[in-house]
C-alpha cells in the first residue's frame, strides 16, 4: 500500500488544529446563553456532526446509485466508507443532543420527529452492515448494500413527514422560522457556520482515511483468496 | 449458485431485453402458483394465522386490553401482529422458491424480471389478506369492538400492500445471505416505519370515528408510499435476483 499523499498528512494536522479552534470558538468566543447557561454550548458541535452524518447519508446513497451503473467495486468502498462515518457521526449527534436536552426539554430522550428519524436512520445502517456481513461474495454484498441503502435513503424522508404531522419541539435553526425568532447574537451564528465548515474538512479526512483503508481490504481479501487457491 | 462465471450482460441487467408479451399473464401465473401451492400445503397459512392469533393473545396479557385501553390500542396491537405474520409469511414463501431451487427456474423463464417480483408481490399480498380477513372478526369477537369500518378496510388494504411492496424486496435479497430468516425483520421493519407510522395512526382515526379532513394526510401518505415503493421495487429487483 502506497504512504498516505502529501495532501492527507496536511489535512490530517490541519482538521486537528481546526477542530482546537472550533472548540475554543465555542467555549471563549460565543458567548453563553442567557436561559439555558453553558450547556447550549454543546449545540454548536451538536448541529455539526449532525450535518456530517447527513452528507455522509448523501454520499452513500450517491454512491450505491453509482455502483449500479458502473458496478465498479470502488463506488462500494466509497458507499461502505460514508455509511460507517454516518453511523458515527449520527450517533455523537444524539449522545450531544440528550446531553443538552436533558437541561433543556427535561429529558434526555424523547419521540421527536427529528430524534425518532436519526434513530431509524442508525437502524437502517446497523441493518446494512449486518446485510454486508452475512454476505461473502463482494460483489454480491456491493449489489445488495446498493440496492437497500436505495431503499433507505427514500424510506427516511418519508418517516421524517410521516412524524412531523404531531407537533415538534426540535428547535428549527436554519430555514423558514430560524435565526429571526431563535435570537441567535451574530457571534453564535460565526460560531455555528465556522464548526460546520470544520466539520466538513473533518468528514473529508475521515472519509479519505476509510476510503483507503477499504482498499486496504480488498488488497487483503485478494491476497487471501489467492493464497487459499 | 454463487460461483457462476460471469455472464457479458451482467453490466446493466435493465437494457437487456425479453419478450415483453403475455406480462400480465406471467404475473399471474407466477401468483397462481404460489397459491395452487399454498391450497394444496397450506403450511405457510396456518403458520402465519396460528402466530398472528399468538401474537395477539400474548398482547391480551401484555396490555391487559381492558375496555379503557382498547380503544386506544387496537389499531397498535392490530398493526404489530400484520407486521410480524407478515414477516412470516414472506420469509417463508421466498425460502421455498430458494431452496428447491424454483427461483432459478423463474429467472431462466423468458419473461421480464420484474413479472417474478409481482408475481410474488401479487401471491404474498393474497396471504397478507387472507390472514388479516381472520384476524379482524376474531379480534372484534374476543374484544367486542367493530373494526368493519369502511375507512379501516381502505387503510388496511393500502398498508398491506406498502409492506408487502418492500417486503417482497428485501425477502428476496435475505433469502440468498447467510443468516436469512433473522435478517428479514431486521432489514424491513426500519424501512417500512414510514407504513406502519401511518396505517396506525389512520386506523385508529377511523376507529375513533374522527372526521376524514384529519386522518387524510395519514392515508394519502399511505398512497405515496406504496407508489413510491413499488416503482423503486421494480426499478431495482433486476439487480437483487441476477446471478
Known sequence: ?229 | MDDRPLTADRKSPSTVRRPSSGYLKAILAIAWKDLASELRSRELLSAMLVFALLVILIFNFALELDVATRGAVTSGVLWVTFAFAGTLGLNRSMAIEKDRGCLDGLLLAPVDRSAIYFGKFLSNLAFMFIVEAIVLPVYSVLYNVNLFNPGLLLVILLGSVGYVAVGTLLSSMAVQTRTRDVLLPILLFPVAVPVLVAAVKASSGFLQGLAFAEIAPYVNQLIVYDVIFIAVAFMVFDYVVEE
Open chain 1, 1 to 229: 500500500m502506497k504512504p498516505q499523499p502529501l495532501v492527507l498528512k496536511i489535512l490530517n494536522i490541519v482538521s486537528a488544529l481546526l477542530l482546537a479552534g472550533a472548540f475554543a470558538m465555542a467555549m471563549w468566543y460565543a458567548p453563553v446563553e442567557k436561559v439555558m447557561g453553558a450547556v447550549q454550548k454543546v449545540f454548536y458541535f451538536h448541529v455539526a456532526v449532525a450535518w456530517v452524518g447527513m452528507l455522509g447519508f448523501l454520499a452513500a446513497a450517491v454512491a450505491g446509485i453509482i455502483y449500479l451503473r458502473t458496478r465498479d467495486l470502488k463506488w462500494d468502498i466509497v458507499e461502505v466508507a460514508a455509511v460507517e462515518i454516518s453511523l458515527v457521526f449520527f450517533l455523537i449527534a444524539i449522545a450531544l443532543g440528550s446531553i443538552w436536552a436533558r437541561p433543556a426539554w427535561g429529558t434526555y430522550w424523547t419521540w421527536e420527529p427529528r430524534l425518532t428519524t436519526a434513530a431509524i436512520l442508525e437502524m437502517i445502517y446497523i441493518a446494512l452492515l449486518l446485510l454486508r456481513q452475512s454476505l461473502e461474495e463482494p460483489e454480491k454484498r456491493a449489489r445488495f448494500s446498493a440496492v437497500y441503502t436505495l431503499v433507505g435513503s427514500i424510506s427516511v424522508p418519508i418517516t421524517f413527514l410521516s412524524i412531523r404531522f404531531s407537533r415538534t419541539i426540535h428547535p428549527v435553526v436554519i430555514g423558514p422560522g430560524g435565526s429571526a425568532d431563535t435570537g441567535m447574537m451574530p457571534e453564535m451564528l460565526a460560531t455555528m457556520f465556522v464548526s460546520l465548515a470544520v466539520f466538513s474538512v473533518i468528514f473529508v479526512t475521515l472519509f479519505w482515511h476509510r476510503i483507503r483503508l477499504g482498499q486496504m481490504a480488498e488488497k487483503v481479501e485478494q491476497a487471501r483468496l489467492k493464497a487459499m487457491q
